[in-house]
């Protein structure tokens, strides 16, 4: 219970730095209350919490840059989804760009006979995650941060916030981002079929 209501007067305590003006009493309510969306997103984005803690902090950190000024003016939450998304999706780039150096390299010497071992349902899955997060680091920015977004709970509003669009335009980007995910994700399972 002290725990709860420590977190609670922290949170109170962040708003009331929104009104004071206090720099890094404004950050930390900041902080507070995006961190744990900021961070889900990531996982999502990544499949892995140990790399989706880093990009987060790497997000804080940049957030931390910016002016006064700017955090009182700007959508900081959309700012934030934003700038996780970009940096999630920067990460599976480099990753799948590893991946394909390090496969070449495993052909070239002839080291590639292990596999993974696990229950055939396990290693489905983890196939199936790596598909999808493929298929978001290869979609436009805005489109995977949209279906992140809406999978993490996001409602119609807020996404329209966090775009900094119409709330009545959001369907319609849901809509196209949903049905860019499955041409991009049946080209994929095409190929590997192939």
Known sequence: MAAIS???ESVNEGASARVTGNPASRFEAIFLEHYGRVLRILIR???NRTQAEDLANEVFWKLSRQSEHWLRTNNVGGWLYRTATHAGIDALRAA???QKYELAATLHTGDGASCEAGPLNSLLREEDRRSVQTVLGRMKPAQAQILLLRADGSSYKELAETLN???AGVGTL????EAEFRKQYS???????K
């Open 174 to 177: 849901l809509n196209r981002a």
């Open 45 to 47: 984005l990544t499949g």
């Open 6 to 8: 420590s977190l609670s």
């Open 96 to 98: 799948a760009h590893c």
């Open 165 to 167: 669009v119409a709330v």
């Open 187 to 193: 080209k994929l399972i095409e190929k590997r079929k």
